[in-house]
């Protein structure tokens, strides 16, 4: 018995020394979690966000065959093409078909081009109130294009920081022209009403499908921009800083050339 005790005391270092070299042996190989394959595979050619121009036909073939392939885990229940053209504001589809694309070309995803900045954008209707509003003719103004909906909620957090910088620049040469997504003008109206908010609302019942805002490729919303005073849309990120940047857009001197800006797509 006390043969068998000892035998195994001076076993025991050598088993755990064997373990801890297995555990040493694992560290630095992280786990790679395997994409899952798509039961139906979508066939999107393209992918909002993602600049496939500088790859090759053949390299672009196979990055949406495998984003057209295989799942986005953000939840959505979509492949990695199908999470993009649904959602652009889904970081976690961008972020696995950027690593797709390095694993195929041996790149890292460029940042997407803003092409509708130094613009003009084409923006014209009839408010529900019924002021007719054509955004061309707004020049020597600074806009804010607000897409939004009363029942965003992110929407509706950013009226008081909206309305506080209305109030305040307004008389100085600042707009700002609502594009609702709402389905619902009773309740569009009666709330606009209910949190005064006076500058024109675009409503045209059609939610997700609305027209100005499909047409401008919103995608998520708030969506704020900014259009300065020579009608140019110079900032499609406008909720950060809004007071400070439509100051400045409002310091900065118009252009005395008395070109028209070329319209966005």
Same mark, same amino acid.
């Given at each position: 018995?006390?043969?068998?005790?000892?035998?195994?005391?001076?076993?025991?270092?050598?088993?755990?020394?064997?373990?801890?070299?297995?555990?040493?042996?694992?560290?630095?190989?992280?786990?790679?979690?395997? #994409?899952?394959?798509?039961?139906?595979?979508t066939n999107f050619t393209k992918m909002p966000e993602v600049d496939l121009s500088g790859f090759t036909d053949k390299q672009t073939a196979a990055i949406l065959k495998r984003a057209n392939g295989e799942m986005c885990?953000? +939840?959505?229940? =979509?492949? =990695?093409? +199908?999470?993009?053209?649904? @959602?652009?504001?889904?970081?976690?589809?961008?972020?696995?078909?950027?690593?797709?694309?390095?694993?195929?070309?041996? &790149?890292?995803?460029?940042?997407? &081009? $803003?092409?509708?900045? +130094?613009?003009?954008?084409?923006?014209?209707?009839?408010?529900?109130? +019924?002021?007719?509003?054509? =955004?061309?003719?707004?020049?020597?103004?600074?806009?804010? *294009?607000?897409?939004?909906?009363?029942?965003?909620?992110?929407?509706?957090?950013?009226?008081?920081?909206?309305?506080?910088?209305?109030?305040?620049?307004?008389?100085?040469?600042? $707009?700002?022209?609502?594009?609702?997504? @709402?389905?619902?003008? !009773?309740?569009?109206?009666?709330? *606009?009403?209910?949190? !005064?908010?006076?500058?024109?609302?675009?409503?045209?019942?059609?939610?997700?499908?609305?027209?100005?805002?499909?047409?401008?490729?919103?995608?998520?919303?708030? #969506?704020?921009? =900014?259009? !300065?005073?020579?009608?140019?849309?110079? !900032?499609?990120?406008?909720?950060? @800083?809004?007071?400070?940047?439509?100051?400045?857009?409002?310091?900065?001197?118009?252009?005395?050339?008395?070109?028209?800006?070329?319209?966005? @797509?």
């Amino acid at each position: 018995m006390k043969i068998l005790i000892l035998t195994l005391i001076m076993a025991f270092p050598f088993a755990l020394s064997g373990q801890e070299k297995k555990q040493e042996a694992g560290k630095g190989k992280p786990s790679v979690k395997k #994409a899952v394959i798509a039961e139906k595979p979508t066939n999107f050619t393209k992918m909002p966000e993602v600049d496939l121009s500088g790859f090759t036909d053949k390299q672009t073939a196979a990055i949406l065959k495998r984003a057209n392939g295989e799942m986005c885990d953000c +939840g959505c229940n =979509l492949t =990695l093409a +199908g999470c993009r053209n649904d @959602d652009t504001s889904c970081r976690k589809s961008l972020t696995l078909v950027g690593k797709l694309v390095e694993e195929i070309t041996g &790149k890292k995803l460029s940042p997407p &081009k $803003e092409k509708d900045l +130094g613009k003009a954008p084409d923006i014209k209707f009839t408010a529900t109130d +019924g002021t007719e509003v054509d =955004l061309f003719k707004m020049k020597g103004k600074v806009v804010l *294009i607000d897409f939004w909906a009363t029942w965003c909620g992110p929407c509706v957090a950013e009226i008081p920081n909206v309305k506080k910088t209305y109030d305040k620049l307004h008389s100085k040469g600042f $707009e700002i022209i609502g594009i609702s997504l @709402d389905s619902n003008e !009773d309740k569009l109206t009666q709330f *606009i009403k209910k949190k !005064d908010m006076p500058w024109p609302q675009y409503f045209d019942g059609k939610g997700w499908k609305n027209e100005i805002s499909k047409k401008h490729g919103i995608r998520s919303i708030p #969506a704020m921009w =900014l259009v !300065d005073k020579e009608g140019n849309l110079v !900032d499609k990120k406008a909720r950060s @800083d809004l007071e400070k940047k439509v100051e400045e857009l409002l310091a900065a001197p118009s252009s005395e050339s008395g070109t028209n800006p070329p319209k966005a @797509d």
